[in-house]
């Protein structure tokens, strides 16, 4: 079946590093991938987005890779600040319906 | 803030009362969807609206759930005879048809006792 998950449950880096948090995916007609931020107590926050004929986007101080051939996902976080903190997501998205989540990594960021 | 907006942002019941959240989506978007979310886990697909004309169910929409977009803006998620399994974040999102971008909504906790 269709599935998005994630390598690590928790992440924990420095203030000023860069954080690296990674993603599987397994439905090879996804054509559309998304990395969400959810703080606590809120709903996901959009930071990037990447459609499959491309390998990498970047955008502030964020970058998606896409590796269609492992079918892997990861975000990069430049100089990682506390106010990074929180618990991210990827997701896929076929035909532009719904989203697909995996479970998501929890990022602290030490100061 | 997204734009999206839900009401209640928490509601506390109890066991076999019927609840009802509404969702207001941002106003140029036709597209309204629902997710569920327990703590933990990421969120799962519910339902999705294009216009009024909803097109998609998951099955996880159990008989005691309905969604309605009567006129094609806000949504209203119901939920009837609660149990405490439906204890849950409830969130909304909202896109443009034939825009794969969601945004959400700041979300609806639910708490059934």
């Known amino acids: 079946g269709e599935s998005v998950g994630l390598h690590l449950p928790t992440l924990s880096v420095q203030e000023g590093d860069n954080s690296i948090i990674n993603c599987a995916y397994s439905n090879s007609a996804s054509d559309y991938f998304i990395w969400y931020k959810q703080e606590s107590g809120k709903g996901p926050q959009f930071i990037i987005d990447?459609?499959?004929?491309?390998d990498k986007r970047q955008g502030q101080r964020v970058t998606v890779l896409l590796n269609k051939t492992v079918k892997h996902l990861s975000l990069q976080i430049a100089a990682t600040q506390p106010g990074d903190s929180a618990v991210y997501f990827c997701a896929e998205n076929s035909r532009g319906g719904k989203l697909i989540f995996g479970q998501g990594t929890e990022l602290s960021v030490k100061p | 803030d997204t734009g999206v907006s839900q009401d209640p942002r928490h509601k506390i019941t109890k066991r076999g009362q019927n609840v009802t959240f509404r969702c207001d989506p941002i106003s140029e978007h036709n597209r309204l969807y629902w997710y569920r979310q327990t703590l933990g886990q990421g969120p799962e697909f519910l339902t999705y609206f294009q216009n009024e004309a909803q097109l998609e169910k998951s099955r996880l929409l159990s008989d005691r759930f309905s969604a309605e977009r009567p006129k094609g803006s806000f949504s209203t998620l119901e939920i009837q005879r609660t149990e405490q399994g439906d204890s849950a974040m409830y969130l909304c999102?909202?896109?443009?048809?034939?825009?794969?971008?969601?945004?959400f909504g700041p979300g609806t906790r639910l708490t059934v006792t």
């Open positions: 999102a909202s896109g443009a048809a034939g825009s794969y971008e969601q945004y």
């Open positions: 990447i459609r499959s004929n491309m």
